[in-house]
């Protein structure tokens, strides 16, 4: 396992390709409603990111020869959990969709998510979204120089089971920097004091999927798609981090 720690100069190469990822998240966020489509979603995103002299990170991405993802966005609506693909959906009141994105620039790649309600949705999707963000919140708060991966995962986990709602365990989250996918991995399950170690200067992407039913998941038949297996919704965030001293820095902030 090859970790990486930045330093100050790649630090500050990165926080421009993370501005570029919140800036799209909250451009994408205005355009949220009912009738809006995930393709025009996704072309507007890709024009953003290539205006400020970056690229997708996501566009031609995989390791499958011949399947590699088509989109700037990850668009995933309510049981799909990560890896929506854009195209001919039309995003429907109540429904709940998850925005992926990434964006390289200058070397460096960053890395962001962000859950949104469309129009008007039930009390249970909005509470299953806040207890996302919130476990996303306490995972970051954990990511300091001398803790440990497992003090993350179990911020995440502890947080969302004890609202009733699962974490998925298929999926994780990654450390960021000159590759999209670096190591560690980072789940969000696991014990405290277990783990890699965190070095201040460590980037992470932290990015808790939540489902509102069982933690299974299956993958559609685009061989991209990961949805919930009892088709219960499920809710995404991420934000590339630095670790600190004494307290993380969160590159990908938007509210």
């Not at 720690?5 to 993370?18: D, F, G, H, P, Q």
């Not at 890395?111 to 996302?132: I, N, Q, W």
Request: with cysteine.
């Amino acid at each position: 396992m090859a970790i990486t720690i930045k330093t100050a100069e790649e630090i500050e190469l990165m926080r421009e390709s993370c501005r570029i990822v919140s800036d799209v998240i909250k451009l994408i966020g205005t355009q949220i409603k009912p009738g809006a489509s995930t393709l025009q979603l996704d072309l507007m995103a890709e024009d953003y990111i290539r205006s400020c002299g970056a690229v997708p990170a996501f566009k031609g991405y995989g390791a499958e020869v011949g399947n590699p993802f088509p989109g700037t966005l990850c668009i995933s609506v309510d049981d799909e959990v990560v890896h929506g693909i854009p195209g001919k959906r039309i995003l429907r009141e109540g429904e709940i969709v998850s925005i992926d994105v990434g964006a390289k620039k200058n070397g460096f790649f960053g890395d962001g998510a962000f859950t949104f309600a469309v129009g008007d949705v039930s009390e249970e999707k909005r509470r299953l979204m806040r207890v996302t963000k919130e476990s996303l919140d306490r995972a970051v708060e954990k990511a300091v120089d001398g803790n440990r991966i497992g003090d993350i995962a179990n911020a995440v986990q502890s947080h969302v089971e004890a609202e009733g709602f699962s974490v998925v365990r298929d999926l994780v989250g990654h450390a960021v920097g000159r590759e999209l996918h670096e190591d560690p991995q980072v789940p969000n399950y696991g014990k405290p004091n277990k783990g890699v170690m965190l070095c201040a200067g460590m980037t992470l992407a932290i990015e808790p999927m939540v489902n509102a039913g069982s933690y299974k998941v299956r993958t559609l038949a685009d061989r991209w798609t990961i949805v919930t297996q009892d088709g219960k919704p499920s809710a995404h965030f991420e934000y590339t981090i630095v670790v600190g001293k004494g307290k993380a820095e969160v590159l990908t902030m938007y509210n």
